[in-house]
């Protein structure tokens, strides 16, 4: 029963967390953020999130020995890198 009022109380710190952050964001004026600016936030989102799936990766490969897995999230990664590098993730409407 412990493990279930755990996953309860996690969900309800992360809803709480996502409904705040959701709140402050809607009350940022966003035409006031330059352009180069948000491309930045974007492209770090996206430098994190495929190192995010390479780790997640790595630890499938390597601690919990799923191959499959492990090798599927190596590739999302690996194509979210290099296509962010490329600048392709994203529409970038700067340019």
């Known amino acids: 029963m412990e493990k279930v009022l755990f996953g309860v109380l996690l969900f309800g710190l992360i809803m709480l967390f996502v409904f705040v ?3 402050i964001t809607q009350q940022v004026d966003m035409d006031k953020i330059l352009q180069q600016k948000k491309n930045k936030y974007y492209t770090w989102f996206w430098y994190f ?3 995010f ?5 790595l630890k499938n490969i390597l601690f919990n ?3 499959l897995e492990g090798s599927l999230w190596v590739v999302i990664s690996v194509t979210i890198l290099v296509l962010n590098y ?3 993730v994203f529409s970038n ?3």
Not at 53 to 57: M, N, R, S, V
């Open 53 to 57: 799936f390479l780790i997640c990766g």
């Open 21 to 23: 952050l959701n709140y």
């Open 86 to 88: 490329k600048g392709k």
């Open 65 to 67: 020995e799923s191959f």
């Open 49 to 51: 999130y495929g190192i």
């Open 93 to 95: 409407s700067s340019k």
